[in-house]
């Protein structure tokens, strides 16, 4: 298992980039891009997916890091909902759907294994009474 040395060696960070990229290239189409509340709204959400694995990641603890990862895993959800608002509305294929739904749904399983690393894998940082850093 290679080291993950920057957030951008995250998968999950990756992949969601990429599903960023898709919303971004859907969404600047025919209806879709008259759309300004739906267009802005899953572009801002995709965007908070890579936003919270970056910022999670430079937190540095791992407490921090899960929370920000959970929060990326919810708007990851958030696109999915917002994808069907833009499949009812004909702003995209049931096709170009099942793409980005997908996308979405294995962007949850890369966050959900990797919160489930970070909770049972990592060791846990030694707990440090406060009389000791005070007297050191």
């Not at 603890?61 to 990851?76: M, V, W």
Request: with cysteine; charged share 30%.
């Amino acid at each position: 298992m290679a080291t993950i040395e920057r957030f951008e060696d995250i998968q999950a960070w990756q992949k969601g980039r990429e599903l960023t990229q898709a919303v971004y290239r859907f969404s600047r189409r025919g209806e879709f891009a008259r759309d300004l509340a739906l267009k802005d709204q899953i572009r801002r959400t995709a965007i908070s997916i890579t936003s919270n694995i970056a910022e999670g990641f430079e937190r540095g603890g791992n407490r921090e890091f899960i929370q920000f990862l959970s929060t990326a895993k919810g708007s990851c959800g958030e696109v999915r909902s917002q994808l069907y608002v833009a499949l009812d509305e004909s702003y995209i294929t049931q096709e170009e759907f099942q793409q980005l739904h997908d996308r979405c749904i294995e962007n949850n399983r890369l966050i959900d294994g990797f919160i489930s690393y970070l909770k049972k894998d990592r060791p846990k940082r030694p707990k440090i009474p406060i009389t000791q850093i005070i007297e050191t």
